[in-house]
Structure formats: structure tokens, C-alpha cells
């Protein structure tokens, strides 16, 4: 079974930046789409950035176009999501996931994603 592992989260000020990293192993990434999700206090889970297996395709939600922005090395097994000018409603918990599941209408949909990351917490506060 593929596994994640979430790093780079941290607490900042409004309009800074973080760079998070989601790292797998036993399995290569190389096969999978890679989601970005997030959940604030007492919220419910939601997307946040996905990405194709070969990078090609790219998704943002809208609250996160132009300030973030996810990629991946797949040499390096890893995906990136970075995170600038950042508000305080980005406060989260910020989760990556992984689907082997691509031939869909939307690609970032939290039920398509199997694997997922046990989360790292990023607040934004002044």
C-alpha cells in the first residue's frame, strides 16, 4: 500500500510563505494523481490543488489560484505545494492524497483518493 508522508507546515504571518512536501514510499508516484486537501477547525475536508500523474493537468480551488502552487519531481518520489501570500483563513490542516484514478470529469474530488497522508498543520496568524 502506497504511503504519505506530509512536511513543511508551521505557523506564519498573514502574506508569508510555507512550502510543503509530500514524500511516498513503497510504491513510485510516477502512477499516481496527487491531491492537496485541507480542513480548518470544525469545517468539513476540502481540495485544495491536484495534480496528473504526468504533472499535466493542474488544479486549483479558486480561494488558492495565483498564491499557490503544486508540483511534483517524480524522481524524487515527491510533490510540492507552495503556499504564498498566505491568509489567515488558510489555517488547516493540510493533508496530500493519492488516486490512480484519472479519467474523470474533476479530478479533485476527496472521495477518489485511497491513500492518504496523516496532515500537517499550517496557521496563519498575526
Known amino acids: 500500500q502506497l504511503q504519505l508522508v506530509e512536511s513543511g507546515g508551521g505557523v506564519v504571518q498573514p502574506g508569508g510563505s510555507l512550502r510543503l512536501s509530500c514524500i511516498a514510499s513503497?510504491?513510485?508516484?510516477?502512477?499516481?494523481?496527487i491531491g492537496w486537501f485541507r480542513r480548518a477547525p470544525g469545517k468539513e475536508r476540502e481540495e485544495v490543488s491536484c495534480?496528473?500523474?504526468?504533472?499535466?493537468?493542474?488544479i486549483y480551488t479558486d480561494s488558492v489560484k495565483g498564491r499557490f502552487t503544486i508540483s511534483r519531481d517524480n524522481a524524487k518520489n515527491t510533490v510540492y505545494l507552495q503556499m504564498n501570500s498566505l491568509k489567515p483563513e488558510d489555517t488547516a490542516v493540510y493533508y496530500c492524497a493519492a488516486t490512480r484514478v484519472e479519467r474523470v470529469q474533476n479530478l479533485c474530488v476527496v472521495g477518489l483518493f485511497g491513500s492518504w497522508g496523516q496532515g500537517t498543520q499550517v496557521t496563519v496568524s498575526s
Open positions: 513503497r510504491f513510485s508516484l510516477d502512477a499516481y494523481a
Open positions: 495534480i496528473s500523474s504526468s504533472g499535466t493537468k493542474i
